[in-house]
């Protein structure tokens, strides 16, 4: 069950982020004006930002369920670090 509500969202969800940050950014700057290339970003920024929220709900029910020991795991700090990195990254595009 791991696999199918943890692993596979996060392969996806790790896909659609790589290929945002690295290709589809970049790219946006060049084909700005193009319809087709504004709705492909959004496209995947709402990819993005939709596994953002599902993560986020996971580490929220853990640290909820664990407390404050929640903290003790570096596992779990990197997990909450990358979510903020994440969601930081969507600000700074949206703005």
């Known amino acids: ?3 199918y509500k943890i692993f596979v969202p996060f392969m996806v969800y ?3 982020t790589i290929m945002y940050m ?3 950014f970049e790219k946006k700057a060049e084909f700005n004006d193009s319809k087709l290339w504004k709705l492909i970003d959004s496209i995947f920024l ?3 930002l939709a596994f953002v929220l599902f993560f986020s709900v996971i580490e929220r029910r853990q640290i909820f369920r664990q407390g404050l020991s929640y903290f ?3 596992w779990n700090l990197m997990d ?3 979510l903020g ?3 930081s990254f969507v600000i700074g595009d949206l703005m």
Request: aromatic share 10%; with cysteine.
């Open 80 to 82: 909450v670090c990358s």
């Open 14 to 16: 790790l896909t659609f």
């Open 85 to 87: 990195l994440n969601i």
């Open 72 to 74: 003790t795991s570096i």
């Open 46 to 48: 709402g990819v993005v």
């Open 22 to 24: 690295t290709y589809i």
């Open 1 to 3: 069950m791991i696999v």
